[in-house]
């Protein structure tokens, strides 16, 4: 009894053994759990290429790594790399660009002068026609027309100019004569010998940089033929295209994609009454510019009062600040032929007419045709004038205002074409359910 007691407990000491083995096995431990599966939410698409392509990377023997590098790439990384090289790509395609206007510089500045003055002379030409008067013909009139009051307006400047050079000359020397007298007896005490050493010195240097002075003479001269050319090139596409705008627009048209064809020739017709809008309210502001301050040199006593107006009216092409700048020119004459005191009377007329301007005659007649914050006219100001010059802060302005109404009329059209879509689409499912209730009463009929 007692032996048999002592192999019943020796067997299962043994069998428990076993039991405790078997367990320590992974493969059994798993396999003694019963297996419930567990519903997944759906997941996207994709999803399980990456969880495959990770299972893959585990038994390859990388325990959580993927396959692919790139699935482990942050997907906010990923939109930044795409978006930073097409970025990179946009910043190349306009610096080619811009290279390429640079090179033909002279060629670019022609076509846009002469698209700012056929917008301005354009409704004068359209006008015509409507009376009757054929194409070539009203064509040809306003441009002699626009032609010969350019012709007068430089005529007069030079005829104001060489009438009163006599006298702005003495009064100039005399001024000079003043600032040396001061420079003896004011503040800086120098001396007659210290103002002639100068003086010789500025002759010296003179003297020794002939040849750069010489080549800035021919430098010169190549500027002013440029000029000349530039001047004729504006003038040969300001004819053709008062004369044939209409056909020139079609055939650029015609080079498009045609699927951008129709985009582009709604927002071109858009395009130029924004440019016709701008030049002949810029006109008007800068007629009334130039009237104001020719109005108060003139008063103030201030030599060449007419031919400071006319410079100022040409400066005031640019917003904003062209009537100051050309303005600092009355300002220096005003200060060698009249005085202090007059030359601050003057810059306190350039600064009421440049008030009156950026907070009047801005807003009021060219606020609908240049929809545009005054900073970024400014900013457009300075970075035509960094590229281009004079010429590239004239035409800043008004490329900003065209693109600004092009951009607009494309984002219209889009927004336009998506409602329509939408509609379309609510229709179709409407009719869709209409038909599947009209085929389920009929069924059950």
Known sequence: MASRLVAVLAERRRAARAAEERLTDPGDVLASIDYVPVPRSPQPEGAERRTGQAAHGREAGVPGRPANPVDAVPWTLRVAAESTWRLLLLAAALYLAFRVVDMLRLVAFAVLAALLISALLEPTVSWLRRHGVPRSLAAAATFLSGLA??????????????????????????????????LVTGPLHLTQQQINDFAKQITSAIGTNSEQITSAGFTGVTIAVEVLTGVLLAAFTTFFLLYDGARIWSWLLRGLPRHSRYAIAGAGPKAWATLTAYVRGTVCVAFIDALCIGIGIQLLGVPLAMPLAVIIFLGAFVPLVGALVTGTIAVLIALVTQGPFIALMVLVVLVAVQNLEGHLLQPLILGRAVRVHPLGVVLGVAAGSIIGGIGGAIVAVPLIAVTNTVVTHLRQRNAAGQQVFEALEAARGTSEQQGASVAQGSAEE
């Open 149 to 182: 009051g350019i012709g007068l307006v430089g005529w007069f400047v030079v005829w104001q100019v060489s009438t009163n050079l006599d006298s702005v000359t003495g009064k100039v020397q005399a001024g000079v004569n003043q600032l040396r007298e001061w």
